[in-house]
């Protein structure tokens, strides 16, 4: 069974910057799609930004229209961690963030770390 234990939330102003980190109990190289999502109180779970492994073995990134231009996913195969780099944060990013990792059509999930966005 995978672990997967979310950090770097907290609270930060409009306009201000966090990283969070997933780290992996196991190499993330074996996955095929990683990924961040989030829940906002009385919302739905919805998604981030992905990464996914194509064909040709290239990742490639997909991001929520909200954040594009804004947040970054990366991953590091050698600290078994995937990042999510947020910049320009608003009060609607306010939110706890999970990572998901996905192999062999099984979702791991963490158990996620708060976002506060609020002056």
């Known amino acids: 069974q995978v672990q997967l234990v979310e950090s770097g939330g907290g609270l930060v102003q409009p306009g201000g910057s966090l990283r969070l980190s997933c780290a992996a109990s196991?190499?993330?190289?074996?996955?095929?799609?990683m990924g961040w999502y989030r829940q906002a109180p009385g919302k739905q779970r919805e998604l981030v930004a992905t990464l996914t492994r194509g064909s040709n073995s290239y990742y490639n990134t997909n991001y929520a229209i909200s954040v594009k231009g804004r947040f970054a996913i990366s991953r590091n195969n050698a600290k078994n961690t995937l990042y999510l780099q947020m910049n320009s944060l608003k009060p609607e990013d306010t939110a706890v963030y999970y990572c998901?990792?996905?192999?062999?059509?099984?979702?791991?999930w963490g158990n996620g770390t708060l976002v506060t966005v609020s002056s």
């Open positions: 196991e190499t993330i190289f074996s996955f095929n799609a």
């Open positions: 998901l990792l996905n192999r062999d059509a099984t979702d791991y």
